[in-house]
């Protein structure tokens, strides 16, 4: 008689906040590994949510069988890494540049001191060498960066060696080298008898061959369980093109801004050196960036990209003590750090983690006016005009009234992409910015991207692992390698 691991049979949440729009039936039984799929704001993690009895249920019926397991509880047996706990557990304390502020990390747990409980010490090696964990060990936990966070995420849950392991995106975030190599530990993990793992992807590349089935999740409902092969030679892409070249002339037709800088270097950079503790993150860097051009911002995990860009935008407290200049003026020379923000749009890994604020989607995008975080100016009536124009942009009009919290970490990246453009800034500086986004919103957002660059004047800084995510107007690269 086949095992069914999960069973959830018409389930339909109790609050209606986290319902889908109707009645959900999965099974997971055994031998199988699934792939939850669907675009962004679909349903899936309130799907996920259910069948880890999280969201209670207020009809249907929900079952588990998680022998050989001793215990037969979901909180024993199943193991959840959700979106935002990849980028570290965030609470409440947490603020956007505490990163980067000695001072606020003194009471910062290690990393060793966060692993928790390990049960297969041959597992333990195994992950240590592929994550490179060792050197971490003595970091404060909130020092790590974006990447090095997914890393010791993803360990601390594998050593716990659960029966049920379910990941949101676990590939984005990783530099090529880990990501391949994730994917052969995930193979490996996959053929052991007593563990199941479920994937929840919004990009159909994502999807490894160890995956055995299916799930499709499409406007807040779940579709039958296909098999692997059945999905994919289903899969029929929409075509975008009409839609994004509309999108693509009205952001051209912008009219420019009055108010720009002078200069021909936008950033300059001269023997910059960044240490924390004994670790040198960055050492006598030498940058230029010059008006109109398109950088990419390349390196492994950890090798110092995000702390770079919180020195161009003045997040990090270390930069008052370099010699940085940003549109032809010196930091710390009495100008007004908030009139050169005025000038650029920032998207990170860290700003996602740290809003927390659960204020309508649209006040998130009118704090980007503010350089704030959270609204604490009333908005006008031509500014918030501006900010519905860029929701528009990025197909997320529809929920500009919908608290941020409530939406998926997909609508919530777009919401922050929305907010870094609203100020139609002469620098744009874009870490991870196609970070969980479904593969539709991927080809929007580049092709938005793209759209903007043409305009003037405009200077770009990108970050990604992913080659295929740059514009094609990257003309500059630079590449940091990471200090042991």
């Known amino acids: 008689m086949t095992q069914h691991i999960i069973k959830l049979k018409d389930g339909v949440a109790r609050n209606p906040l986290v319902r889908l729009d109707a009645p959900a039936t999965v099974v997971l039984s055994e031998g199988e590994h699934i792939a939850i799929v669907g675009p962004n704001g679909a349903g899936k993690s309130l799907l996920v949510d259910m069948l880890t009895g999280k969201n209670l249920l207020r009809e249907g019926s929900l079952s588990y069988d998680f022998s050989p397991s001793f215990t037969q509880t979901a909180y024993d047996n199943i193991k959840y890494i959700a979106f935002r706990d990849t980028y570290g557990a965030a609470d409440a304390n947490y603020y956007y540049q505490q990163r980067w502020n000695a001072h606020d990390q003194e009471d910062a747990p290690l990393v060793s001191e966060m692993l928790g409980q390990v049960k297969d010490e041959t597992l333990k090696e195994e992950l240590f060498d592929l994550f490179r964990i060792t050197p971490l060990l003595d970091k404060k936990i909130i020092l790590l960066s974006s990447g090095e966070l997914r890393k ?73 369980k296909l098999t692997r092969g059945e999905y994919l030679d289903g899969y029929v892409p ?41 670790r040198t993150i960055l050492h006598e860097l030498d940058w230029v960036v010059k008006r109109g051009e398109k950088w990419a911002l390349t390196g492994e995990n950890g090798s110092g990209k995000s702390t770079l860009l919180s020195l161009v935008c003045a997040d990090n407290p270390q930069s008052y003590a370099c010699d940085i200049r940003l549109f032809g003026r010196k930091r710390g020379s009495g100008e007004s750090i908030w009139d050169i923000k005025r000038h650029i749009g920032y998207v990170s890994p860290e700003m996602h983690r740290a809003y927390l604020k659960n204020l309508p989607a649209i006040e998130i995008v009118a704090s980007g006016l503010h350089d704030s975080i959270g609204l604490y100016k009333k908005i006008h009536t031509d500014q918030l005009a501006v900010c519905e124009w860029w929701m528009d942009i990025f197909g997320i009009a529809s929920v500009k009234d919908r608290p941020f919290l409530q939406l998926s970490s997909g609508e919530q990246r777009l919401v922050l992409l929305a907010r870094a453009f609203v100020k139609d800034p002469e620098l744009l500086i874009l870490d991870e910015p196609l970070h969980g986004l479904d593969t539709d919103n991927r080809y929007r957002v580049k092709q ?3 759209a903007f660059c043409e305009r003037g004047d405009k200077t770009l800084i990108m970050v990604t692992h992913y080659e295929s995510e740059l514009p094609v107007s990257i003309d500059r690269r630079i590449h940091l390698t990471r200090n042991v």
Request: no cysteine; hydrophobic share 45%.
């Open 238 to 278: 929409r075509d975008l093109s009409g839609e994004v070249m509309e999108r693509r002339e009205r952001i051209l037709s912008l009219p420019a801004r009055e108010d720009l800088f002078s200069s021909e270097e936008v950033v300059k950079l001269n023997k910059v050196s960044i240490r924390y503790g004994n």
């Open 448 to 450: 938005i991207i793209e």
């Open 152 to 224: 010791f995420q993803l360990t601390r849950t594998l050593l716990t060696s659960p029966r049920v392991l379910i990941m949101d995106n676990p590939f984005i975030g990783l530099d090529a080298a880990t990501r391949e190599l994730l994917f052969r530990l995930l193979e490996q993990l996959a053929r052991r008898e007593a563990l199941q793992i479920v994937l929840v992807l919004s990009l159909l590349d994502d999807i490894p061959e160890f995956i055995t089935h299916v799930i499709p999740v499409e406007d807040r409902k779940v579709g039958d």
